[in-house]
């Protein structure tokens, strides 16, 4: 009974304190909300982190594992010797991972958006070879006036692509089929069939 009213007194303090707030126009504003909604984003990125550094720790024993947190564009990057067994084969392990870290973030609320995942620079550098390549794809394209069909990739893929090539004026990329074997065709101007 004494509990009940201790609890009883703290929320009625709690609420005065609030409506007195709320009268000297003190009360907090969105702008205070967004900033405690980003300490807790921020704070949730950290678990995040300790999350894929366990993780990663574990899958490669032995290893001195570093994780830098970009807080901006939610990207972990992860660092250490020898981590390929952690990026797997054409980087499905470091898709694995970041699908399962995202799980776990949505499940617990830690961020709101979803988080990159990127381990020795694997997807930044994969990104590089990719967007060289359609480059040098659309120049063929436009030189022999044929459209190039490219191999089935992942979203992911895709989209470095179409980003890459969407200033081009010569060519259009168009995506095809169904998963998993959606790709990219890549056409010269005034070509589309």
Known sequence: MANENNIKDAIDSFVKSLQEEQENGKLMENDKLKELEKAEEVSG???????????????????????????EDLR????GNDLAIAIGRN???????????NLISARQKLVKKNVILDIKDYRKKKAERIKKT??????K??????????????SFERKIIHNALSNFKDVKTISKNKE??????????GKSS
């Open 91 to 101: 980087g499905k392990n470091i898709e694995a991972l970041e699908y399962l870290i």
């Open 141 to 154: 394209a436009i030189r022999k006036g044929k459209k190039i069909k490219l191999r089935p990739m992942n």
């Open 134 to 139: 359609a480059i040098k794809l659309a120049k």
């Open 45 to 71: 990125l950290e678990k995040i982190a300790k999350i894929v550094k366990k993780t990663i720790d574990t899958i490669c024993l032995g290893e001195d594992v570093e994780v830098k947190i970009n807080r």
């Open 180 to 189: 998993p074997n959606r790709r990219i065709v890549i056409y010269p101007f």
């Open 76 to 79: 972990l990057s992860v660092y």
